[in-house]
């Protein structure tokens, strides 16, 4: 992806296996971040490591002067991402998540009509997605000994998409979850969840990696429904830029939305809003500063499911700069 990106080449490959590094080809690969850093001249760092190692190779990058486009999650606590703030912040440098699934045509046409109220103010919302990952990853894949690897690696993806469409944050949610017996998954795979967003918005939230039956896009199913009528966004199995928006309002046939045509889509969209925000010392859309918000509710989903009681976001999220000084 970033050999063939316009105006990005790539200098280094890191990865402390290395077999792995065999596949950079010509690129040099090191063992380690520190190596790497010291071996080339870089600009910013791509960190695609596990979730819990984000925060120290982020960490090491933004100290050493680069900026920093991460895979989602942003952390695994609150206290490290808002670490990694405070650290970006007084490096004068860019920390950005790559939640690419916002850089589709679908999803950009069903966030456009809502922004304009094309089905009038909000009255709820429901979202399904359903895959079966059983044999998705390799057999030694990090999501299989994760701890809740549906919330953290799956639906951090739904819930910034959530936050993105309604421009609204998460306020509590009331979850739980629990592991599919037939598969080689240590934890919980299946989550339900009801969620108030700001000004009490009722969402509706299930969502399976190990789904028996037919199965929805990545990006999930979802109906918006609004005073004025409804939306429906569904997409192909495999590729997320396909989909169908339905709108129908009420009183009214239902029709199919138009989309826009994106010169940039998922990973390499994100990779361009870093490169653009870089150049023009402007804020990408995915900053780390927005993107603490859906991580507060993907962790207040997890303190739920473990709780078995609804977790008040906005305070977690609070607590959490009130034990950082922020």
């Not at 699934?101 to 999803?107: I, M, S, T, V």
């Not at 639906?155 to 309604?166: E, M, N, S």
């Amino acid at each position: 992806m970033i050999q063939d990106a316009p105006g990005v080449s790539l200098a280094a490959v890191v990865d402390p296996n290395p077999v792995a590094l065999q596949s950079a080809g010509e690129t040099p690969g090191y063992g380690s971040l520190e190596e790497a850093l010291a071996g080339v001249e870089c600009d910013a760092v791509v960190v695609s490591s596990p979730p819990e190692t984000h925060h120290a190779v982020a960490k090491s990058a933004l100290e050493a002067g680069k900026h920093v486009l991460c895979e989602k999650p942003l952390s695994t606590s609150l206290s490290d991402a808002l670490d990694l703030m405070e650290t970006a912040r007084r490096a004068n440098r860019i920390m950005m998540v790559s939640q690419n699934y916002r850089y589709n045509a679908p999803f950009r046409a069903v966030q456009r009509v809502i922004s304009e109220g094309g089905i009038g103010d909000l009255i709820s919302i429901e979202i399904n997605f359903r895959r079966d990952t059983r044999n998705q990853f390799a057999p030694d894949d990090f999501r299989y000994s994760m701890r809740h690897p549906l919330v953290l690696d799956m639906a951090i993806h739904h819930f910034d998409l959530l936050r993105a469409v309604t421009g609204r944050d998460v306020r509590h949610i009331h979850a739980c979850g629990w592991r599919a017996p037939d598969s080689h998954f240590a934890h919980h795979t299946e989550v339900a969840a009801v969620m108030a967003l700001e000004d009490e918005l009722p969402v509706m939230y299930r969502g399976t990696w190990t789904a028996r039956g037919p199965e929805t896009s990545w990006n999930g199913d979802w109906e918006i429904v609004g005073k004025e009528g409804r939306l429906f966004w569904t997409g192909d199995l495999e590729d997320r830029n396909v989909g169908e928006v339905v709108i129908e309002r009420w009183n009214e046939p239902p029709r199919i939305l138009d989309q826009p045509s994106l010169q940039f889509t998922e990973r390499a969209a994100t990779l361009q809003a870093l490169r653009v925000a870089i150049e023009t010392g402007g804020e990408p859309e995915t900053a780390a500063s927005d993107n603490v918000k859906s991580l507060a509710a993907v962790l207040g989903c997890v303190r739920s499911i473990e709780d078995s009681e609804t977790a008040d976001v906005v305070e977690l999220l609070a607590a959490a700069r009130r034990g950082a000084g922020v």
